[in-house]
């Protein structure tokens, strides 16, 4: 694994999901509840005289309140889905263990998250599309926070297998970052598998690992208090040091949902699309000051104690990787087969066949919804 030894192994059962309680906040995480208006009478979209008719409403789930979901993020807090005549109620922000299942349970209706869990869904009989590239895995990904009394990865290093890093779940980008981080340093230090970057947080400031990939803004909060220093700030690496963390961009952030699902409430997820499309146009006009205003007063406080300022340096250094233009939300055939590659090695995606039919781009995305969206 890339230097880092495994001490302990995370199984998430479906089945116990479903039947349990799927609702898992981290401690940087609020609560949960629906977020948009509860009905989806007629509206009119920017730009458009015409009214819109009532469609279904829409139940999604974010895999956690981090800078990569800027479009969704920013697409509710300038009221875009209700603009465009649709009613959005996000169910959770801390879905990375629990979207999957609630999706299968037909409590969500899309999932944003790593595409590789819409494949491994097909795979098991639940045939799933990605219909819109969020974001794409950069070496601007996270901060790695440790401990006091740690200051640098060669001092991390230095301390051989005598520490612990904290890992999230398996096929999760915060693996994969902290994985690479270690390999090119040289850290040979045990994991420990915490599931959540909240969760990692909580870690390091109790001091029960030495160190592990944190949200940004929580990092610079916890380096500001004095409970922490970061080991990796993303905003200081540089390009040569950014190549070697992550040496090609690829998609893995998506919109995906139940093909059957998908089809059945389509005017719904094209006007959901639509909101993207525009939240992913409003974007660069607005500072990194103005856009954590506004973030930080969405409903139930997704991104918990951040302040204003600490969000804002987050959201300078994920600005440049936001999805824009006339093309922002296009999952490229040319990149799928690096992503599925980087899933299965990097983010140990676990059961994930790169070379069955269910990874297949042809089967695995569906575009129609971003064009309709678009016109």
Same mark, same amino acid.
């Given at each position: 694994m890339n230097g880092i030894r495994s001490t302990c192994r995370i199984r998430v059962v479906l089945a116990e999901l479903v039947i349990g309680s799927l609702l898992i906040v981290g401690c940087s995480q609020g609560a949960t509840a629906p977020t948009s208006g509860a009905t989806s009478g007629p509206a009119t979209a920017p730009g458009n005289t015409a009214t819109l008719g009532p469609v279904a409403p829409l139940t999604i789930a974010i895999g956690t309140a981090f800078a990569g979901y800027a479009v969704a993020l920013e697409a509710q807090s300038k009221g875009l889905f209700d603009k465009n005549g649709v009613s959005v109620n996000i169910a959770s922000y801390n879905a990375l263990t629990t979207g999957t299942p609630q999706l299968v349970a037909g409590q969500i209706d @899309?999932?944003?998250?790593? $595409?590789? /869990?819409?494949? %491994?869904? !097909? &795979?098991?009989?639940?045939?799933?599309?990605?219909? =819109?590239? %969020?974001?794409? =895995?950069?070496?601007?990904?996270? !901060?790695?926070?440790?401990? $006091?009394?740690?200051?640098?990865?060669?001092? %991390?290093?230095?301390? *051989?297998?005598?520490?612990?890093? *904290?890992?999230?779940? $398996?096929?999760?980008? =915060?693996?994969?970052?902290?994985? !690479?981080?270690?390999?090119?340093?040289?850290?040979?230090?045990?994991?420990? /598998?915490?599931?959540? $970057?909240?969760?990692?947080?909580?870690?390091? @400031?109790? *001091?029960?690992?030495?160190?592990?990939?944190? &949200?940004? &803004?929580?990092?610079?909060?916890?380096?500001a208090a004095g409970k922490g220093n970061i080991l990796v700030n993303p905003s200081k690496l540089s390009d040569a040091d950014a190549k070697k963390i992550v040496p090609q961009p690829y998609a893995s952030l998506v919109v995906f949902g139940l093909k059957a699902n998908l089809a059945s409430k389509r005017e719904s997820v094209t006007r959901f699309l639509r909101a993207l499309v525009q939240a992913a146009a409003i974007l660069p006009t607005e500072t990194s000051d103005q856009i954590a205003a506004g973030w930080l007063q969405l409903p139930t406080a997704p991104f918990g104690t951040a302040t204003q300022v600490s969000l804002a340096q987050a959201i300078d250094v994920f600005k440049p990787t936001f999805p824009t233009g006339p093309n922002a939300g296009d999952i490229l055939q040319s990149g799928w087969a690096t992503a599925l590659s980087a899933f299965v090695n990097d983010w140990d995606s676990p059961n994930l066949d790169v070379n069955g039919a269910a990874a297949k781009y042809e089967n695995a995305v569906d575009m129609s919804f971003l064009t309709a969206a678009r016109k």
């Open positions: @899309l999932l944003l998250i790593s $595409p590789s /869990e819409g494949v %491994l869904m !097909a &795979q098991s009989g639940k045939a799933t599309s990605a219909i =819109f590239d %969020l974001w794409d =895995f950069n070496a601007r990904l996270a !901060a790695v926070l440790a401990k $006091p009394g740690i200051s640098s990865l060669s001092q %991390l290093a230095s301390l *051989g297998t005598n520490c612990k890093l *904290g890992l999230t779940a $398996p096929g999760t980008g =915060f693996r994969a970052y902290m994985k !690479a981080v270690a390999s090119t340093n040289g850290i040979k230090c045990q994991a420990v /598998e915490l599931g959540t $970057p909240a969760a990692n947080l909580t870690a390091v @400031l109790a *001091g029960s690992i030495d160190a592990g990939p944190v &949200q940004i &803004q929580d990092a610079l909060t916890a380096e």
